[in-house]
């Protein structure tokens, strides 16, 4: 029976929401879920499968070793470093991780941090709090000019979407700019 270690130093409900929907779709795997190097020295052992941030291996200064077993580490985050830069990674191992699943919330993140700015949503917050009504012109985004340094999978999404509110996109890397 395949063995998934799961390396997470997060609350305990969030580790258990991994495990929870991984055991329904994958009900032909063992899940091992831990959160401290002890536990997970142990487990990595047996496991054929890890699934962590390779930030997590990094500051845990967690050594794949004794990871014998092991065919494929799926990392939580985009980038690889902590993972990919393990002496002890044996060649065989697939390392794959979640690039390109953060341009549609992070695009919207920064959308909602420049609504917040421009329309000043923190005076509105401590108005409301004060039960005071206070009234100041809105700054809007239309017309004005948005600076997107890089121009990776995050920018690709939110370009389109200033582009629509009627924004100037300019789109800076270390390359070049468009």
């Given amino acids: 029976m395949p063995r998934l270690l ?33 536990k997970a020295e142990s487990a990595i ?16 200064k967690f050594d794949l070793k004794d990871a014998v077993n092991l ?11 902590g993972i990919t830069d393990q002496p002890s990674l044996r060649p065989g191992v697939t390392v794959t991780s979640l690039h390109g699943v953060h341009g549609p919330p992070v695009s919207e993140a920064a959308l909602a941090s420049m609504f917040a700015l421009s329309r000043d949503l923190p005076g ?20 004005k000019t948005v ?17 629509a509110m009627g924004m100037t996109v300019v789109g800076i890397t270390s390359s070049c700019t468009r």
């Fill in 6 to 38: 799961i390396l997470l130093t997060l609350p305990p409900d969030v580790t258990e929401q991994y495990r929870a929907r991984l055991s329904r779709l994958f009900p032909e795997i063992t899940i091992d879920v831990v959160a401290d190097k002890a």
């Fill in 45 to 60: 052992k047996a496991a054929d499968m890890l699934l962590t941030f390779g930030q997590m291996l990094k500051n845990l």
């Fill in 71 to 81: 065919k494929w580490i799926q990392a939580l985050g985009t980038g690889l470093d």
């Fill in 124 to 143: 509105f917050v401590r108005a409301q709090d004060e039960h005071t009504w206070k009234r100041w012109p809105a700054k809007l985004l239309h017309n």
């Fill in 147 to 163: 600076g997107i340094l890089g121009i990776g999978v995050i920018a690709e999404a939110l370009a389109p979407k200033c582009k």
